[in-house]
């Protein structure tokens, strides 16, 4: 696992969606207990932002309905096993129709190769 070296806040009245750079794609982040994702093609990103502001990426996947590849009871398990010194945040970058799932794949792989989230596919 990698942390993100970088600090992630709520919005100013704590219930907006952050825009938070991971790579070189803008996730809209919020706390996973304030998500309420449209169904729509996306690549989404799990993290886990401790007190201090540090923030691990616990998991990356690509669907094209974002709740469809989130909504997973052993991947929750996963998150909370290990994000347990920090919230757990959800992240989502829409992709519009343009891009394919080879596209959304594609994203997810180069995600996983740079930050090694412990939770989701390998």
Do not use: N
Request: aromatic share 10%; net charge positive.
């Amino acid at each position: 696992m990698k942390a993100l070296g970088s600090k992630i806040y709520r919005g100013t009245c704590g219930h907006l969606p952050t825009d938070v750079p991971i790579g070189a794609y803008t996730f809209k982040c919020v706390p996973l207990s304030e998500a309420s994702f449209i169904d729509t093609g996306a690549v989404y990103i799990v993290l886990s932002v401790a007190p201090s502001g540090e923030t691990i990426v616990l998991d990356v996947g690509h669907s094209g309905d974002s709740w469809r590849g989130i909504d997973v009871k052993d991947r929750v398990k996963c998150w909370y096993k290990h994000g347990s010194k920090g919230a757990i945040w959800v992240g989502v970058y829409p992709t519009p129709s343009i891009y394919t799932a080879y596209e959304r794949l594609r994203v997810e792989g180069e995600l996983r190769q740079t930050y090694q989230p412990p939770c989701g596919r390998p």
